[in-house]
């Protein structure tokens, strides 16, 4: 069952879509100051669009490009601080929104990569 576009999502769902464990997303939240999802009673966690976004973001950084978490940190609080030029270079490929498929993932690399070698 698919949730609605914008849907908040709970941790177990978010881990599968981007196909890590659940300790991964707790970790990357004492790591992250901006991932901040709601914890309801029991200490459940709901993903809010804005969350998942970033969640997804720090998951291509990490696990995509390579990125220490301190090196995630950094482009992360580079991109939240408007007065900073942003960094030149190729734009990183998207992260696939479908369950964290790692064949889309390699494609969005592969082509990255074949445009580079014509430049």
Do not use: C
């Amino acid at each position: 069952m698919n949730k609605a576009e914008g849907a908040f999502l709970t941790i177990s769902e978010l881990a599968a879509e981007l196909g890590l464990p659940q300790h991964i997303l707790r970790y990357w939240e004492s790591r992250f100051p901006q991932l901040r999802p709601l914890q309801r009673s029991g200490n459940r966690r709901y993903y809010r669009p804005a969350d998942v976004m970033l969640a997804r973001r720090i998951n291509q950084l990490l696990n995509v490009e390579g990125f220490t978490v301190r090196g995630a940190q950094k482009a992360l609080s580079e991109v939240a601080t408007p007065d900073r030029q942003p960094a030149t270079g190729p734009q990183s490929p998207p992260v696939p929104a479908s369950n964290g498929s790692i064949l889309a993932r390699l494609e969005a690399i592969r082509a990255l990569l074949a445009e580079a070698l014509e430049t």
